[in-house]
């Protein structure tokens, strides 16, 4: 069955509206990346040393000696007086007697300590900025599985624009004499800097 050029040309164009402001970003991104030791950053830091109700600990720690998870009283205790959000789905492991919380986001790292027999806590949080954060997203990095779909999801309505792109291309090859060496020549400087420069 023979996909007439309308189609083609309806697919190309449907994939390039869908996906131009994510090519802009990954685009964008990919030079910030290339170039990242050479753009300036200064990370700001926050730390905060305080200590956990013994109201909201003691109730925490009745079932459970080492529970894996913070009561939803504590984590919203966290949220209103220390201005500490601790995702939904987070991940926590115990040393002792000590609870620690790795708490990393696009464009910053965060990470809570408690201790269970005090309830002392230390809370530290970095932030790198919007470059940074704008990097991690194209790399994908701590953000999250609805993010990692869009990546999916966006990577296939790229194959999409390119493969009709190409048929479109090669339709209409005849009408454009250069299409065919500049498409070439587009496969062949990638493939020769892998083979020769890259070690």
């Known amino acids: 069955m023979r996909v007439s050029l309308g189609s083609i040309r309806q697919w190309h164009w449907i994939s390039a509206s869908v996906c131009m402001a994510g090519m802009l970003l990954f685009a964008v991104t990919g030079i910030t990346l290339n170039h990242a030791a050479d753009i300036p950053a200064q990370p700001t830091v926050r730390s905060i040393e305080e200590k956990i109700p013994s109201s909201l600990l003691q109730p925490w720690l009745v079932d459970d000696l080492q529970p894996a998870y913070l009561s939803a009283e504590i984590v919203a205790w966290f949220y209103h007086e220390q201005q500490i959000t601790i995702p939904r789905h987070y991940r926590s492991e115990w040393d002792g007697d000590e609870l620690y919380v790795p708490l990393p986001r696009p464009g910053g790292d965060a990470w809570l300590a408690i201790d269970k027999q005090t309830g002392e806590f230390l809370f530290e949080d970095t932030d790198r900025g919007w470059l940074a954060y704008f990097n991690d997203l194209h790399k994908g990095r701590d953000s999250g599985t609805v993010w990692r779909w869009f990546i999916d999801i966006f990577a296939g309505g790229c194959?999409?624009?390119?493969?009709?792109?190409?048929?479109?291309?090669w339709r209409q090859s005849s009408h454009r004499q250069a299409t065919a060496p500049l498409a070439v020549l587009g496969i062949l400087i990638p493939l020769v800097i892998m083979l020769m420069f890259i070690h």
């Open 159 to 169: 194959i999409v624009f390119s493969i009709t792109g190409l048929i479109l291309l």
